[in-house]
């Protein structure tokens, strides 16, 4: 029943920080919103026992590579007058909104046409650090350097654009 309300608190936690990352103009807020979605994020691993998960999503995402977000806008430094101007914000919240209510109803649809089926306890090797390393840097190794690649050229436009932008002012 306590994880029950766990489950439940996080899932809104993820959803709320989520929504608040779209609605929050300036980009230090959506940050922040951001943390939020990745700590709750990682309490529902927690709960799912996907303790490396749980782990790697603390560490990397919620510290590591939002420490490195949050460096980069406040290498930026960007005021709320640097921001473009929004109109029609509203209207574009409401087409998403209209976008995204049948694709939420057919989500629905289908997981409650799902047989319901016991949850059968795995192995107690399954998802430990061995088996997802061996699987991550055998079978997975090319895309996981072309992601590391991607987020590199990323760091560096992001330092470059800033370098510009501190010259020309």
């Known amino acids: ?3 029950e309300w766990l489950f439940t608190a996080f899932a809104l936690l993820s959803i709320l920080g989520a929504i608040g990352l779209i609605l929050f103009r300036h980009p230090m807020h959506g940050a922040m919103s951001l943390v939020v979605t990745m700590v709750s994020l990682a309490g529902l691993y927690a709960l799912l026992s996907a303790r490396l998960i749980f782990v790697l ?3 990397v995402y919620a510290g590591a590579i939002m420490s490195l977000i949050l460096f980069i806008i406040m290498f930026l430094n960007i005021q709320t007058r640097d921001l473009p101007e929004e109109k029609g914000r509203i209207l574009y919240l409401l087409g998403g909104i209209v976008l995204l209510v ?3 109803s057919f989500l ?3 997981v409650k046409s799902l047989p319901a089926t016991e949850a059968t306890i795995v192995g107690s090797g399954f998802g430990g650090v061995k088996e997802v390393g061996l699987v991550l840097f055998q079978d997975w190794l090319l ?3 072309i992601v590391s690649l991607l987020l590199l050229v990323a760091l560096i436009g992001a330092v470059v654009l800033a ?3 501190r010259f020309v002012k």
Do not use: N, S
């Open 163 to 165: 370098g510009k932008r």
């Open 102 to 104: 049948p694709v939420a």
């Open 1 to 3: 029943m306590f994880a």
């Open 57 to 59: 999503q603390l560490i």
């Open 108 to 110: 629905i649809k289908v």
């Open 143 to 145: 895309p996981f350097e």
